[in-house]
């Protein structure tokens, strides 16, 4: 099929933006090549047959769009070597380590920890003056403190770990030497804190690591580095905003926010709703092709990057009736945030299990909780990974 | 010569199609995006082993065929 590849130029909709219209900019092409604003010309992928189809086909390679040479954003350097930016069977081989400790069953056992977690940030909040701001008080604490928990890291040492975590992920545009000063920093860290542990082993997913190196040899000291900063940058980021996000888009919906206070039991369901309908970063990581692919009846050359727009699968007509309005008693089950495939997130049962708490918490602990300031008002950090809301100042009780 | 048997619990399955990315042409997703195997019955494959390790759900049964014994996933 012949098809007019001349690049669009295409800007992802900035944080708190609606989203860019990919019809429009495409002419109606599911599968089209865009100039990205850092320069880079990529393939993008929308619809939810040829999203899933390309995450889940081999053929399209994390590891050779983040090897040296590449065109590469900021995090993707952070990528280059984890199980974010290998391919399998490296990648199953680094994962399989610490699949186990993600998986539905072992997840659900920590749910109780994670209620109590949640019940101890609200105390907290409760007893300060209003306004409070939300992310300082609860949603980065959150999910810092479980993953922290998790590997055995010390939650007194999390406020200098956000900071490098900032630069790496939070700046699509900042100098890279200060992305690698930061990366270097954070790699130093964790090799102190192996050592440590190595001499001190605990109940924790760091101490198995260190022993599945020691003891069979299963990864290298780098990979079990760059393992462990994987984990704890990927586990509290992307949730702490995801909550934050969901309550905006919740307060924007106040009828569908009494439904979950009349009824608790909706809380699931509608965390797949708001895991579909939040948007939640800019672009996903890019793969590039390793031979010529055909998809969505387009041929892409080998040696392309090729980025696929998830959002537009969460939100096709043919799989989400009516699919731009929210509605948290639909079945939404199968929106496609986590991905899918060999690179679907190692953390989803945990992003859901700490959401679900969290707005069990929140809703349930804090009636009438709502913005103290107007909408517009609120700053998102600078860069294009994820929206990252600098402070979320609301209220409760009566108005 | 050893076979083993695949089984997937649909009920269990959460649809992150790990398995076919990981196995390629070992599993299949039907129409409600749920996993299953392409054949149930095949010779020992590490992709497949790989697979059914890596399944966040652990929705994926590794059987050896002749004695039903589970295979070491490990």
Redesign the interface.
């Known amino acids: 099929m012949t098809v007019d590849s001349s690049p669009v130029k295409f800007t992802p909709a900035l944080p708190g933006q609606p989203a860019a219209d990919i019809g429009a900019i495409s002419g109606d092409r599911p599968v089209f090549r865009a100039e990205l604003p850092d320069g880079r010309i990529v393939w993008l992928v929308s619809g939810y047959e040829n999203v899933r189809q390309m995450i889940t086909d081999r053929r399209f390679s994390r590891a050779l769009a983040v090897a040296p040479g590449q065109a590469r954003p900021g995090a993707e350097m952070f990528a280059a070597g984890s199980i974010n930016g290998l391919d399998p069977p490296e990648q199953t081989r680094l994962r399989k380590l610490v699949a186990s400790a993600f998986t539905v069953r072992r997840v659900e056992a920590l749910r109780p920890r994670v209620a109590s977690i949640v019940n101890e940030l609200i105390d907290a909040v409760l007893d300060r003056p209003q306004p409070v701001d939300l992310v300082a008080g609860f949603s980065l604490p959150l999910p810092s403190q479980v993953i922290c928990e998790m590997l055995g890291v010390p939650a007194a040492d999390l406020e200098q770990f956000h900071a490098w975590s900032d630069v790496i992920i939070g700046d699509w545009q900042r100098d890279s030497d200060e992305i690698m000063t930061a990366l270097a920093e954070l790699y130093g860290y964790f090799g102190a804190l192996i050592e440590s542990k190595r001499a001190q082993p605990a109940d924790d997913l760091m101490s198995a690591l260190i022993a599945a190196r020691d003891d069979a040899d299963r990864l290298s000291e780098e990979e079990l580095t760059v393992m462990c900063c994987t984990l704890l940058v990927g586990g509290h980021e992307t949730t702490a905003n995801h909550i934050n996000l969901s309550l905006l888009l919740l307060f924007d919906h106040p009828d569908e926010l009494a439904k979950l206070r009349g009824d608790p039991e909706l809380i699931p369901g509608a965390v797949e709703e708001l895991l579909r309908c939040v948007r939640l970063g800019s672009l996903l990581p890019a793969r590039m092709t390793k031979e010529d692919v055909t998809i969505g009846g387009v041929t892409i050359p080998a040696g392309e990057q090729v980025i696929a727009l998830t959002s537009t699968a969460n939100k096709d007509p043919s799989v989400f009736s009516d699919p731009d309005r929210f509605d948290v008693t639909r079945d939404a089950a199968n929106h496609m945030t986590f991905g899918a495939g060999a690179h679907h997130c190692i953390g989803a049962q945990l992003a859901r299990v700490e959401l679900q708490e969290a707005f069990r918490g929140l809703i349930g602990r804090l009636p009438g909780l709502r913005l103290a300031v107007p909408a517009s008002e609120l700053e998102f950090k600078p860069g294009m990974v994820i929206h990252s809301l600098r402070e979320l100042p609301v209220r409760w009780g009566e108005p | 010569m050893t076979r083993w048997k695949i089984s997937v619990d649909k009920h ?1 399955c ?5 398995c ?3 196995a ?1 042409g070992r599993f299949v ?1 039907d129409g ?2 749920r996993s299953g195997p392409v054949e149930a019955d095949i010779d020992p494959d ?2 497949v082993r ?1 697979a059914a ?6 929705a994926i049964s590794l059987v050896d065929a002749d004695t039903g014994q589970p295979v070491d996933l490990d």
């Open positions: 269990v959460i649809s992150s199609a790990m076919v990315a990981i390629p997703l409600q995006q590490e992709e790989d390790a890596s399944c966040p759900s652990e």
